[in-house]
């Protein structure tokens, strides 16, 4: 279990993170997810004992990051944001000289790295630098694993890294959660966040929502549609147009539209949009994800 | 009409072959989305068709200009941003303007009024003589793409442009991206998000160092009956993982 | 205790993977030293003197006598007033002039002290200080076998005048400078540099929540080094010695502790540069330009310290590269020993603790 209350940070004149509370579950995959300087990597410095809090308190699984720094920093994994690790070293220099800084060797704790380490065991040899970014980020795991942490925390691994083997770091973190890991990750991929437990969604050091994934979906306030046509340039540019609409934005395939109120009639919009040229219309009711709310919530933040 | 005409790329770093016979084009004025797992051989390919590095064999233009000859003609003629380098942080934008504006060749006269053009396109105006330093990231990248279009260049590449940016911000982008497209400006893109390869005319995927697919979005879904470009990505880049 | 051993086993690797680093530590030093050390003409043999003796005496033919046998000299000329001094040096006709004072025998008798003028040609600095160096070395060896031979000690002084070149480097000067210029390349610059690096990688965040003592960190990254420099004292010496024939008079242990504890300050100066950089960039720029820069300009390698003005004189006070070449040369050349040289190594002992207890409030254990 780890506590957060009332956690204040500031850079000078930038506030990184203000006032934040909140907690987070034993064995559970926590997602914080938000776009670059939200506040994510301050957040996990000031878990991770590396940085100290201006105000506020920090406990994981009972140890205040401040006071008992050293016992946190005994139980905590931590993959850092631009981990990556020692290029001119090999896979197993690498691992082998984490293990030993933990006190511990590869073998002792085999079992909770074997599945990622088994993938990279060809490449041993291999100097780091050399290895794909896969492999690197698979590396790095197995390295902030090496001590079988209670907790794991990641920043960003996943920034910059392809759509699959995205899936597959997901699918690693996973297996570790049935371990018994208390695992904190942070992602600006918004599509991530359905893949935890619960998410913290982060804008100017701010937490707009905590929850499952299922429920901020539940709770978005709003009416959406989905609409389709041949030019989505001009279609995009009439819907912003159109009196009633509230956002406007393409959305992977189609374009999201919100409304400023709820009962919009749709085949009003539709008349709308054909009056306005454009041709093959398609609309119908959206499912909003978690990147719907995340842009709804930093637009009701904006008004307050 | 094609802009850019690619015809048996090969590049080789020694024993490694990085780009494998690749084939494609480019029409005029379409966003052109270039996808693939790291180390697929998209940099590369990127890396050639900007004139920064000669291919192993094969016949390409860009603009009109040929790869192997004229890579000082097929520089002005094109527009580079990415996510790692935009701007200069100890500059104003202003400054990084006239920077830019001079290094392509424009006159005073025609920065200048440039400037105010693409700074009231962005509602910026007033932040003229801001340090870019001082400027969130997605504003940056908005100004970064304008200036990569200052000189009006035919082509714009872009190297995974919206890596870490806001949602909002990331659409307001893609905005800028479909405006300079229906103005007749090709763009080419790569990116990590998948959605975003959904707003591009065509996508290519690469997989280690060849082209497995090349088609509108919503042909690939059809093809490899995917609901989303997501699955498309991971079918092709991971073939032997089944859901 | 394995934690540690791991991690300076780390460090080599770092070191032998990289070719570059190599030929930084190994490479310049043994380069700096050939090249200076080619630059001395070791082979002087019957060179040419003239002897402006005004005493005309049995001491002073005694001493001339000395001179002419010992193979190293060749009577030119016998002047006969002072004026003829700078005639027969701008003729080129010899390399050195010496002069006894008038009186020279009465007064050693009666006020137990004499004086002798040694003129050198110093437009060839190297040749004319080794000519000074034999000169002396024969009249204090005279003044040795005379003192044996009284009960009352008598001095004889020889003033050296450096004809042509009065600010003259001295070939002696070069190991001293090299050395210390060497051992704040490889300790400085490279700990701060190689500490710097785990900062940029990220992989410092990582190790500073392991549980390896900050302490370990800073140890593990400067031990390696620590040995390289040391190998390198002893390369410099043995070069400098057996291919040059440098003397070492003085005491080769109190030399080598001298060369430790300068090693010591490089080192801990390498790490309070890491504690105030965040870049590799940031620790090679104050490494070069804030260490290197004043370290060979002000102290007294490339310019004699005595000739600077005020300011940049007592700025030199705060360079310990002076503090080291003052000892090393002293010990190498003068033969002191350590009560010689105890003040000077109590400032490098005082800046080593000052350098050390400033890193070790600005290392953080946090970022």
């Given at each position: 279990m780890i506590t957060v209350s009332n956690i204040s940070k500031q850079y000078e004149s930038v506030k990184a993170l203000t006032n934040i509370s909140f907690s987070i579950n034993d064995n559970e995959i926590f997602g914080l997810i938000g776009p670059d300087g939200a506040g994510k990597t301050t957040f996990m410095r000031l878990l991770t004992t590396m940085l100290l809090p201006d105000n506020g308190l920090i406990e994981a699984n009972g140890f205040n990051t401040v006071s008992d720094y050293k016992k946190v920093r005994n139980i905590i994994g931590y993959m850092p944001g631009r981990f990556s690790l020692y290029q001119d070293l090999t896979v197993e220099e690498n691992l082998n000289f984490f293990a030993s800084v933990f006190n511990t060797t590869i073998e002792q704790n085999y079992d909770l790295i074997a599945n990622i380490y088994k993938q990279i065991e060809p490449f041993k040899n291999r100097v780091a630098g050399k290895l794909s970014g896969g492999m690197k980020q698979k590396l790095a795991l197995s390295c902030a694993l090496i001590h079988k942490p209670e907790i794991l925390v990641l920043d960003e691994p996943t920034t910059g890294v392809d759509a699959v083997s995205r899936m597959e770091f997901w699918q690693m973190l996973k297996r570790l959660k049935m371990k018994g890991i208390t695992i904190i990750v942070s992602t600006p991929y918004m599509d991530e966040a359905s893949l935890c437990d619960r998410v913290a969604l982060i804008q100017n050091g701010q937490i707009l929502k905590i929850d499952t994934p299922e429920n901020i979906i539940k709770s978005y306030p709003k009416y959406l549609i989905a609409v389709n046509a041949k030019n989505k340039y001009k279609l995009i540019h009439d819907l912003r147009k159109y009196?009633?609409?509230?956002s406007v934005f393409a959305f992977g395939s189609s374009v999201h539209v919100t409304f400023k109120n709820n009962n919009t009639d749709i085949d009003e919009l539709k008349n709308f949009l054909i009056s306005e040229g454009n041709v093959e219309i398609d609309i119908n009711i959206a499912q909003p994800d978690i990147e719907d709310c995340f842009m709804e919530l930093m637009k009701a933040e904006k008004n307050e | 009409m094609n802009i850019i005409t690619v015809k048996n790329l090969v590049k080789k770093f020694g024993s490694f072959t990085a780009n494998d016979n690749l084939n494609f084009e480019v029409r005029k004025g379409e966003i052109f989305g270039f996808l693939g797992a790291n180390g697929a051989g998209k940099t590369t390919a990127i890396r050639i068709l900007c004139g920064l590095s000669t291919p192993t064999s094969g016949e390409i233009s860009v603009a009109g200009y040929n790869v192997y000859t004229q890579t000082e003609e097929l520089k002005k003629n094109i527009g580079y941003m990415s996510q790692k380098f935009s701007l200069y942080e100890d500059l104003t934008i202003y400054e990084n303007i006239e920077l830019y504006g001079g290094i392509y060749g424009l006159g005073l006269k025609k920065i200048k009024h440039r400037t105010t053009e693409l700074l009231s396109n962005l509602k910026m105006y007033e932040l003229?003589?801001?340090?870019?330093?001082?400027?969130p990231l997605g504003w940056k990248q908005k100004l970064a793409f304008s200036v990569a279009m200052l000189h009006e260049p035919a082509i714009v590449f872009l190297d995974e442009p919206t890596g870490g940016v806001d949602p909002v911000t990331r659409r307001q982008f893609w905005d800028l991206i479909y405006e300079a497209s229906n103005s007749g400006v090709t763009i080419f893109v790569t990116t990590h998000y998948m959605d975003e390869a959904e707003y591009c005319d065509r996508v290519t995927i690469m997989n280690n160092g060849i082209i497995e697919a090349l088609d509108t979005p919503n042909n690939l879904k059809e093809k490899y009956s995917a609901k989303n470009m997501n699955e498309v990505f991971i079918k092709i880049a991971r073939p032997n993982i089944t859901h | 205790m394995k934690k540690f051993l791991s991690f300076i086993k780390k460090e080599f690797l770092h070191i032998f993977r990289d070719v570059r680093t190599l030929i930084i530590i190994f490479g310049i030093p043994i380069a700096e030293i050939l090249i200076f050390g080619f630059?001395?003409?070791?082979?002087?043999?019957?060179a040419r003197i003239a002897i402006l003796d005004l005493s005309k005496d049995a001491t002073t033919q005694q001493i001339t006598n000395k001179l002419l046998s010992s193979g190293y000299f060749m009577l030119e000329t016998h002047l006969q007033t002072s004026d003829q001094i700078e005639e027969i040096f701008r003729a080129g006709r010899v390399k050195e002039v010496i002069v006894f004072e008038q009186n020279f025998a009465k007064r050693l008798e009666a006020e137990g002290k004499a004086d002798i003028q040694l003129i050198l040609d110093a437009s060839e600095p190297n040749t004319a200080n080794i000519l000074q160096g034999y000169t002396s070395n024969i009249i204090y060896t005279y003044v040795n076998e005379l003192n044996n031979l009284l009960p009352q000690n008598i001095v004889i002084n020889s003033t050296v005048r450096m004809q042509y070149n009065p600010g003259m480097k001295s070939v002696f000067m070069f190991v001293p400078g090299t050395m210390a210029i060497i051992l704040i390349l490889i300790s400085a610059l490279m700990t701060s540099v190689t500490i710097t690096r785990e900062k940029e990688l990220g992989t410092m965040e990582v190790l500073l929540v392991s549980p390896l003592h900050p302490t370990h960190i800073i140890l593990g990254k400067v031990t390696p080094y620590l040995v390289l420099s040391f190998i390198n004292v002893i390369s410099i010496l043995g070069l400098a010695y057996f291919v040059f024939g440098l003397p070492i008079k003085g005491n080769l242990f109190l030399l080598i502790a001298e060369c430790l504890l300068f090693i010591f300050l490089s080192l801990s100066l390498g790490i309070l540069i890491s504690t105030v950089s965040k870049t590799m960039q940031q620790a090679m720029l104050i490494s070069m330009i804030g260490l290197m820069m004043p370290s060979m300009l002000l102290s007294g390698f490339i310019f004699p310290v005595e000739n600077m003005p005020d300011i940049l004189y007592y700025i030199s006070?705060?360079?310990?590269p002076r503090w080291f070449i003052e000892i090393v040369k002293d010990i190498m050349i003068k033969g002191s020993g350590l009560q010689m040289v105890w003040e000077e190594t109590l400032i490098l002992i005082g800046m080593t603790l000052f350098f050390i207890a400033m890193s070790i409030r600005k290392f953080k254990i946090r970022l």
């Open positions: 009196k009633n609409s509230s | 003229k003589d801001t340090l870019i330093g001082k400027l | 630059a001395i003409n070791t082979d002087i043999k019957d006070f705060a360079m310990p």
